[in-house]
C-alpha cells in the first residue's frame, strides 16, 4: 500500500428492508472474513440501539464470532458506549475477548447514548438519575486503571480502593487491550490528548473534525499508552465500478437519514425505492449535511487522500450503509485493490 496511512472499516450491521437482524449479522460475519482476506488493518462494529435500521446492538457481543472467522485483522468496538456499563464489566468482557484473539482486540470507547434519551434511560440499572458528561472521565480511568497490564507500583487503581483487588481476577492469557477514545466534540479531543490515548474521530458524524485533530494534538501528554499522538478519521464511503453506480448505491442511505432528521426511523430501503423517493423529494439529500464519498474506486481514493492529509490521519476507517450485501462487498473490494492492500498485508 502506497498511501501514508492504514485503511480499515466500520461495520454498523445494516438491516435491509424486508429482513431480520440475524441476516444482516450474517452479512457483518462474511464482510468481516472478506476484509481480512483483502487486507483491511482492523474491523469495528457500532454499538446502535431501538432501530430497524442497524442490527448492531452489542458490539461486545459480535467481536468474538467475528474474531474466530477472521485471521489477521484487528477486531474491535467503534464503540461500546460505556455511560451505558460498569466498567469493570466493561473490562472483564474485552479480556475475556483478548484470551479468544490474543494481541488482535481493541477497545473503542464512546460518550453518547448511541440511541434516544427514552433508550437510553431504559439502558440503564439506576434509572434514578442520569449520567451526566461529568462521570464519563471518573468512568474511563476507572477502565483504564482495570485494563492496565503494568506491574510497577501506580499501575491499576490504589491499592487501598475497594475494587483494586479485582484487576487480578480479570481472565488472562490474552494480551493487553489497546483503548481508543471516539468522538465528534472537543470535549472527547481534549480528554483523549490529556491521557494520552489514540483518538478516533467520526467525520462521518462531524465533517468539521479536522479542528479536532488539531485540538487533540495541542493537548497529547505522551504516556505509557502513546509517546505520539495517534488519529484515525472514519468516513462514508461507496466505491462503484462507475460514479453513477457510486451515486444510486447511495440513495438508501441518504432516504433513511431524510426519515431519521423527521423522526421517523425506517429499514434500510432498497436503491430502487430510495431513487424513486429521493427523485420525488428534490433537497431531501441536503437534510444530510456530512461528508459522503462516493465514485470509483480512484475517486473513493483521491478524497481520502485529501481527507487523510487534512485530519493528518495515521489511518482512515470507511463506513457505509448499504442494502444490497453483494454490492457492498464489490465496494470494499474495488477499494482494496486501488489501494493494493492484500499485496502489502502478505508483505508485513
Not at 452489542?58 to 474491535?76: C, F, K, Y
Not at 467525520?203 to 502513546?226: K, T, W
Request: charge should be negative.
Amino acid at each position: 500500500m502506497n498511501a501514508s496511512y492504514r485503511l480499515s472499516v466500520l461495520d454498523q450491521s445494516p438491516i435491509a428492508a424486508g429482513s431480520t437482524a440475524a441476516e444482516a449479522l450474517q452479512n457483518t460475519l462474511d464482510l468481516a472474513r472478506l476484509c481480512d482476506g483483502l487486507g483491511y488493518h482492523r474491523y469495528w462494529m457500532a454499538e446502535h440501539h431501538a432501530t430497524p435500521a442497524l442490527a448492531g446492538a452489542a458490539p461486545e457481543a459480535l467481536i468474538g464470532p467475528v474474531s474466530q472467522v477472521t485471521r489477521r485483522m484487528r477486531i474491535g468496538s467503534g464503540g461500546i458506549m460505556l455511560p451505558h456499563y460498569s466498567p469493570f464489566k466493561v473490562a472483564e468482557t474485552f479480556k475475556m475477548l483478548a484470551a479468544l484473539a490474543p494481541g488482535r482486540i481493541d477497545l473503542g470507547l464512546g460518550r453518547a447514548p448511541g440511541s434516544d434519551q427514552r433508550t437510553a434511560l431504559a439502558m440503564r440499572q439506576d434509572r434514578s438519575r442520569g449520567f451526566g458528561a461529568e462521570d464519563f472521565p471518573a468512568a474511563l480511568n476507572e477502565l483504564l486503571a482495570y485494563l492496565d497490564d503494568r506491574k510497577e507500583d501506580g499501575a491499576g487503581l490504589p491499592p487501598e480502593h475497594v475494587f483494586a483487588p479485582l484487576r487480578a481476577t480479570l481472565p488472562s492469557g490474552g494480551e493487553g487491550v489497546p483503548v481508543w477514545l471516539l468522538g465528534s466534540s472537543p470535549d472527547s479531543a481534549v480528554l483523549a490528548g490529556r491521557l494520552g490515548l489514540p483518538y478516533a474521530i467520526a467525520d462521518f458524524i462531524n465533517p468539521d473534525g479536522i479542528e479536532l485533530a488539531r485540538l487533540y494534538r495541542d493537548m497529547f501528554v505522551p504516556s505509557h499508552h502513546l509517546d505520539k499522538p495517534e488519529v484515525l478519521a472514519t468516513v462514508w464511503a461507496i466505491a462503484a465500478d462507475t460514479d453513477e453506480e457510486a451515486q444510486r448505491l447511495s440513495a438508501p442511505a441518504a432516504m433513511m437519514f431524510a426519515h431519521l432528521v423527521r423522526g421517523i426511523l425506517i429499514p434500510v430501503p432498497s436503491v430502487a425505492e430510495a431513487v424513486d423517493w429521493l427523485a420525488s423529494m428534490p433537497g431531501a439529500r441536503a437534510t444530510r449535511r456530512r461528508r459522503t464519498i462516493t465514485g470509483t474506486p480512484a475517486h473513493v481514493r483521491s478524497e481520502l487522500d485529501r481527507v487523510a492529509n487534512a485530519y493528518r490521519a495515521d489511518e482512515m476507517m470507511i463506513v457505509n450503509i448499504m442494502p444490497d450485501h453483494m454490492a457492498r462487498r464489490r465496494s470494499y473490494e474495488l477499494v482494496a485493490a486501488e489501494y493494493g492492500l492484500a499485496a502489502a498485508a502478505v508483505a508485513a
